[in-house]
């Protein structure tokens, strides 16, 4: 158990509708990264948010948008879903903002969305 | 921008050792790390390389040549747990906090 949770474990849904996964980082840590992980592709990274703020951008669909709040927790909202969004989508907690060293991620257990 | 390329597949027999070789071409380094990934799991931290040369942890050692941009892991006494994915992931000084990941490599180990 790496201290990262994620809710929901599972989620299905149809096209075009709208989803909110969300992501509670291990305690003390500052920083939330989202990734998204499919069938044919490796662990592609999304965004990354440190104590608040958007810290880096990465291939992200203009259809998807996130936060990080004053508590620290995170959500990824994906909206006008199509099938090809239907992936694992990973979070991981840093203790820094991932700019130098080591600041190892620890990833939570992920949340699997099928889209219908 | 980034690349990273690792092997698709390997297989190994128990008690034996691996070596999962890794190249990279970044516009700016600022670290590589390995992670391992069991099917359906999230992955987990094995090692970190800023620096060239070898850093050993247990049975797990990362060795890393900056000037070649590249990387192996090498696992020794291998298990039947070990049969994993392996990732090798970049860190881009020009791309801030982005960690870029390989495909990653699926190790299978047979008895």
């Known amino acids: 158990d790496s201290g990262v949770t994620q809710t929901p474990k599972h989620l299905i849904t149809a096209t075009g509708q709208r989803v909110t996964l969300r992501c509670s980082p291990r305690s003390g840590d500052l920083s939330v990264y989202w990734y998204q992980q499919s069938l044919d592709q490796g662990l592609q990274f999304l965004i990354h948010?440190?104590?608040?703020?958007?810290?880096a951008k990465g291939n992200i669909l203009e259809r998807f948008s996130a936060q990080q709040f004053p508590d620290l927790h995170s959500e990824l909202n994906l909206s006008s879903l199509e099938l090809g969004d239907s992936a694992l989508y990973f979070c991981?907690?840093?203790?820094?903002?991932?700019?130098?060293?080591?600041?190892?991620?620890?990833f939570g257990p992920g949340t699997r969305l099928t889209v219908l | 921008g980034q690349n990273i390329d690792q092997p698709t597949e390997m297989t190994a027999t128990e008690g034996a050792i691996v070596q999962i070789n890794c190249t990279y071409q970044t516009s700016g380094f600022n670290g590589l790390f390995w992670y391992q990934q069991h099917a359906g799991e999230a992955p987990t931290f094995l090692s970190y390389?800023?620096?060239?040369g070898l850093e050993e942890k247990g049975r797990f050692s990362s060795f890393l040549s900056r000037s070649k941009g590249y990387s192996y892991l090498l696992l020794k006494e291998l298990q039947m747990k070990d049969s994993a994915s392996y990732l090798c992931a970049v860190r881009d000084r020009s791309s801030a906090s982005k960690i870029i990941f390989g495909s990653g490599t699926r190790l299978s180990i047979r008895p």
């Open positions: 991981a907690s840093s203790p820094g903002g991932g700019l130098a060293g080591v600041d190892e991620q620890f």
């Open positions: 948010y440190y104590n608040g703020e958007e810290r």
């Open positions: 390389n800023v620096l060239d």
